[in-house]
């Protein structure tokens, strides 16, 4: 059962662009969202979170959007670097904190 | 402050052997959590621990076992090895007080032949 569905799956931006990742969730026990970065080989990095009781959480060029009524977020990546590429999932926690994680979004950015 | 650490880093079974993962957590976590990514696909919860008990697990068969220990560091045994097992197994910590914030491991690649 997928209950964090994750778009696009894949993204190629211009360096200096705004990649935006999206996510919809339908478990509403759900009470904790982060994201995750992932580079090849190695082990996903938590980059941001928000809870839903927040609309917006922004941590330097990475902002959370949360829309509580939709049951969906996003992941807005400003000025996006070429450093920036990698697979990013998103996630969802309740409970004993197991984390459901999205399909994951493939980034390229280009210079 | 000393991250979460995993060994071995890379591992090659054969079909219908057993192996075992370790993992270290995070100073100051005391729930380990382990997943398994395969190629392509987003972690998949395999179970938890906390203060050394199970403390909740996913669609995974018997044959996967953990243990933790009373620093929490945690091994992952998988009984008779399949070629599906063939994943990167990583292992995440965290701590209950500390909001859910998980952190992940580099993770062990096995391949099963």
């Known amino acids: 059962q997928q209950q964090v569905k994750q778009s696009p799956q894949s993204l190629i931006v211009q360096k200096g662009g705004i990649s935006i990742i999206n996510c919809a969730y339908e478990?509403?026990?759900?009470?904790?969202f982060p994201w995750y970065q992932q580079f090849p080989g190695k082990g996903p990095a938590l980059l941001i979170a928000i809870r839903p009781d927040v609309s917006e959480k922004k941590e330097g060029r990475f902002t959370i959007s949360f829309n509580k009524s939709a049951k969906q977020f996003s992941l807005h990546i400003m000025d996006s670097q070429p450093g920036d590429s990698a697979t990013y999932f998103c996630a969802a926690l309740s409970g004993y904190q197991k984390v459901t994680f999205g399909t994951g979004t493939k980034l390229q950015v280009i210079p | 402050e000393t991250g979460v650490t995993q060994s071995p880093t890379h591992l090659i079974k054969t079909r219908g052997q057993q192996v075992t993962l370790r993992c270290s957590s995070q100073s100051g976590h005391n729930t380990v959590s382990w997943y398994q990514q395969a190629l392509g696909q987003g972690p998949q919860f395999i179970f938890q621990y906390y203060r050394e008990e199970e403390n909740g697990r996913g669609n995974f068969p018997p044959r996967f076992s953990g243990l933790q220990f009373p620093n929490y560091s945690s091994e992952l045994n998988v009984n008779a090895l399949e070629l599906d097992d063939s994943a990167l197994y990583l292992c995440?910590?965290?701590?209950?007080?500390?909001?859910?914030?998980?952190?992940f491991g580099p993770g062990t690649r096995l391949l099963v032949l």
């Open positions: 478990n509403t026990a759900f009470d904790y």
């Open positions: 995440a910590s965290s701590s209950p007080d500390q909001g859910g914030a998980q952190y």
